[in-house]
């Protein structure tokens, strides 16, 4: 008796901290960033027009309201520069995520069939580059990619190329850099799949006449979807924002939305039009968010 | 694709066909095979032959080598040295794709991803079987094994035993030349075990397919095979039908493990016609019929089956005349095991040993039984004793 209401109390809490964490530091500040993308610009502090006063009284306030207009959101369909940044960032975005999955797959698999004491210690490298900081990691990049670093230097050696190759500012550095900070994001909730799964599956898939790539692609494969779903996911909805890898290492040409987000919010100060265009990059991801969710739902169903 | 496999024709009639050798025809020869991981000998120069249409046992402790064996003849694993003919082709590095013959897993192994009718048509299909003859087929396996209805289910929306029928389905939906079952009913209640165990001969004697099980449970094993091949550490310590290998063990380890027995070590004293007089140091002289193999004149052991031993108040009468006809023993009852059908005695003798007797409860009402610390007679026959090098 006593027991149960010992345990009532925080359960309950645990059960709605989850909302007042949606609430608290999801819902507050998108209500923000959607009021400020439905004002307009000025020359004030904070940069944008109308402010709520609310010691102004309640006309000031629907005043206020009456003045909130869609036309950031007009400006982004008609503009061909967020057109296009949103165009450049979802195709950044599919590509390095099929580049992460064709690389990270067959890690995860590797990993997933390594002795058990062997595939901790593979984690750990897996995890390693965590240890150090991101952007000093991408300066690391730079460092290896420029005209006379060290990826140019390997090459001279080995006399595949007779001059430095140019890397740096081209997409393939941007591509190097993406796949090489998402990779763990890739890697572990696919491994998480593979290695749960039971190795006699794949035996049992051979002894009934299937060649190593039907048990691939009929058993393995199949089975690991979850992972797949997983990985994909967390790597392709950061990768669509992503602003520090382009910037530093892909060339100006071509802006990804984060880059175009980063512009208008501090050097164009125009805090309503960088709303309007953070609004629409959550639209945008919102479809596989909700896929991701009903993934995990259908998952949570199956038991497994 | 050469494959034989997708063939319409039914068992019996493949039976006679050129893939599947006439019932008591040799099938599988194991030559000299031999498996090492790492420093640890798993199986060490096993040569075995069986017939088609045998439903072969393996057995044997854990660790014995017995699923090293099995997961060889299905090409799990290759063996380091040996033969393994299968229908006269040496198989032995073939991959498990290419071989006639389907296995039944521990668990199951059934894909969680799909149906019991894709489970089951998985083998089909990778052998390109026509779309019509696979679902003819699947039915006929479903209803062999009495899954009708369930045919849309997952495999985690089955219980236990439909889960295993669902595997064996699987498993005999190609027509393999040779069926490997590792410890096929280990996973079952005692109860389905029993009735599985039934249905499993059942069905391997209406296919006349040949089937080889490996299992730890020696009742299984019992049984279900016609033959049994005991293994211990890596080697095939006897391979003999079921009531040889319990009436005529061929060593002292496999008298013990299978089944229950009394030992008693002692020396070879003298012979007298067709009996031996042995002498042991817990049970006094023991008279026991000459061994078919001559032992050596060392160390020995006599052996008697607990059921053997008969248990009387005041011993046999009738063949008290011939002191050579029967062992008497007289002892004091020191513990009773009653376990329904039977009850086991525990019998100290005046001699110093220990005696178990297993004895049939054959009336309900028995106002007889013995009670303990009661004084007994157990006596045996020559006969019902086994002479092992101890």
């Not at chain 1, 009929?218 to 669509?240: E, K, R």
Request: glycine share 8%; aromatic share 8%; with cysteine.
């Amino acid at each position: 008796m006593s027991s149960r209401r010992i345990f009532a109390r925080p359960a309950r809490f645990a059960a709605i901290a989850p909302y007042v964490w949606m609430v608290l530091f999801f819902l507050v500040p998108f209500a923000f960033v959607l009021k400020i993308s439905l004002s307009q610009t000025a020359i004030a502090q904070p940069p944008y027009a109308p402010v709520f006063d609310l010691t102004a009284g309640w006309d000031a306030l629907r005043g206020a309201f009456a003045a909130l207009s869609a036309d950031n959101f007009k400006l982004l369909v008609s503009d061909d520069i967020y057109v296009f940044a949103y165009m450049r960032s979802l195709t950044v975005a599919v590509t390095a995520t099929a580049l992460l999955l064709l690389i990270g797959y067959p890690i995860a698999y590797g990993m997933a069939r390594l002795p058990k004491r062997w595939q901790a210690v593979a984690m750990v490298l897996v995890i390693v580059p965590f240890w150090t900081s991101f952007l000093i990691r991408i300066y690391a990049w730079i460092n290896i990619l420029q005209h006379d670093g060290l990826l140019n230097q390997i090459l001279l050696a080995l006399h595949l190329v007779s001059q430095p190759v140019v890397w740096l500012s081209t997409d393939t550095a941007m591509y190097i850099g993406i796949v090489y900070s998402y990779l763990p994001f890739m890697i572990l909730p696919l491994y998480a799949t593979l290695a749960k799964m039971e190795p006699a599956l794949e035996e049992a898939a051979a002894d009934l006449g299937a060649p190593p790539w039907q048990v691939f692609w009929l058993v393995i494969f199949p089975l690991s979807l979850p992972g797949v779903g997983a990985g994909v996911l967390l790597c392709f909805i950061p990768i669509v924002g992503e602003f520090v890898i382009p910037d530093l290492l892909a060339g100006s040409n071509a802006l990804m939305i984060g880059q175009t987000l980063w512009l208008e919010f501090f050097t164009n100060k125009d805090w309503p039009v960088a709303s309007a265009a953070a609004i629409v990059l959550l639209m945008v991801l919102l479809v596989p968010l909700l896929l991701y969710e009903r993934l995990q739902k259908r998952q949570l169903e199956h038991g497994r | 694709m050469t494959d034989e496999l997708p063939r319409t024709d039914t068992a019996a009639s493949a039976a006679g066909g050129d893939p599947y050798p006439a019932a008591g025809q040799p099938l599988l020869r194991i030559e000299g095979v031999a498996k090492t991981f790492g420093t640890f000998r798993a199986v060490d120069g096993v040569s075995l032959d069986i017939k088609a249409g045998e439903f072969f046992a393996l057995l044997g402790p854990s660790g014995c080598g017995k699923t090293t064996l099995l997961r060889m003849l299905a090409g799990f694993e290759a063996p380091d040295e040996g033969r393994i003919l299968l229908g006269g082709k040496d198989i032995a590095q073939a991959l498990p794709h290419e071989r006639p013959v389907n296995m039944m897993f521990q668990n199951y192994a059934l894909f969680p991803h799909l149906s019991v009718r894709d489970n089951i048509a998985f083998g089909l299909k990778r052998a390109g079987m026509p779309r019509v003859e696979i679902a003819t087929r699947v039915a006929e396996m479903v209803a062999l094994v009495k899954l009708e209805g369930l045919e849309k289910r997952k495999p985690d929306q089955l219980s236990g035993g439909q889960r295993q029928r669902v595997a064996l389905a699987r498993a005999l939906a190609r027509r393999p030349q040779l069926l490997l079952l590792d410890e096929p009913l280990a996973a079952l209640d005692k109860k389905l075990r029993e009735s599985t165990q039934g249905e499993l001969m059942e069905l391997q004697r209406r296919l006349g397919m040949t089937f080889i099980i490996v299992t730890h449970d020696q009742e299984e094993a019992m049984t279900m095979a016609s033959r049994i091949g005991v293994m211990k550490a890596g080697k095939l310590a006897q391979v003999a039908s079921p009531r040889e290998l319990y009436e005529a063990p061929r060593s002292r380890w496999i008298a013990e493990f299978v089944g229950d027995i009394n030992l008693f070590d002692g020396e070879s004293k003298l012979r007298d016609g067709h009996r031996l007089v042995i002498g042991t140091r817990d049970a006094g002289a023991l008279v026991v019929a000459e061994p078919r193999e001559p032992v050596g004149a060392g160390k020995l052991a006599v052996a008697i089956r607990p059921e053997k031993v008969k248990l009387s108040r005041r011993g046999p009468v009738s063949e008290a005349g011939r002191e050579t006809a029967i062992n008497r023993l007289d002892g004091v009852i020191a513990d009773i095991c009653y376990l329904g059908g039977t009850t086991t005695f525990k019998v100290k003798l005046d001699t110093g040993g220990m005696l178990q007797a297993s004895v049939a409860n054959s009336a309900r009402l028995d106002v007889d039984a013995y009670s303990l610390n009661q004084h007994v007679v157990a006596w045996f026959t020559p006969d019902d004793c086994v002479v092992l090098p101890s």
